[in-house]
């Protein structure tokens, strides 16, 4: 067999028609139509969704280092946007000057999603259990959730 005869399938290489180029552009067209705006709209639910986790993540640390520990781990909320963990070692609820403390903003993350608390401020002693009952109510433009912390220590999203 020779170069010059080819399979047909190679000799007739010329691309895409200008007909078949339009088609495909139209399609990606339509469908990119419909799919940013819901993918925009979906967006506060999802960034109010990912602030709960993270407030529920960190309540659950506090409750885990307490028991490691054996200590008392207390957070208070400065802000409308801001959650602050310490190591309460003297056991009076304030964050003195040699006690470990953390400020977690979840406005770095989640810039829409605020934060309200009733309740006790969280507190969990060493045997993993809470000192009252508390609920965290997380809320932006697509609603709200809250992160509820029980007098044994469960913590969970409602």
């Known amino acids: 067999m ?4 080819a399979p047909s399938a190679f000799r007739n290489n010329r691309g895409f028609s200008l007909a078949e180029l339009i088609t495909a552009v139209g399609v990606f ?7 940013v705006p819901r993918y925009w ?12 986790r993270q407030v529920l993540g960190k309540l659950m640390w506090m409750r885990s280092q307490a028991v490691e520990e ?6 208070t909320f400065p ?11 003297n056991a009076n609820g304030i964050a003195d000057l040699l006690e470990w403390t953390e400020t977690m903003d979840i406005w770095i993350n989640y810039p829409d ?37 029980n007098r044994t220590g469960n913590v969970r999203i409602n």
């Not at 067209?29 to 799919?35: E, F, H, P």
């Not at 608390?117 to 809320?139: C, K, M, Q, Y």
Request: net charge positive; charged share 10%; with cysteine.
């Open 2 to 5: 020779s170069l010059c005869r």
């Open 29 to 35: 067209t339509i469908l990119a139509m419909i799919g």
């Open 41 to 52: 709209a979906a967006q506060p639910g999802l960034r109010l969704n990912g602030g709960a």
């Open 70 to 75: 054996n200590t008392t781990y207390v957070a």
């Open 79 to 89: 802000t409308n946007h801001s959650l602050k963990i310490f190591n309460d070692t």
């Open 113 to 149: 999603v605020q934060l309200t608390w009733s309740g006790n401020n969280p507190a969990f002693n060493g045997r993993g259990t809470a000192d009252g009952n508390t609920i965290v109510t997380l809320s932006n433009t697509s609603g709200s959730k809250t992160v509820t912390v």
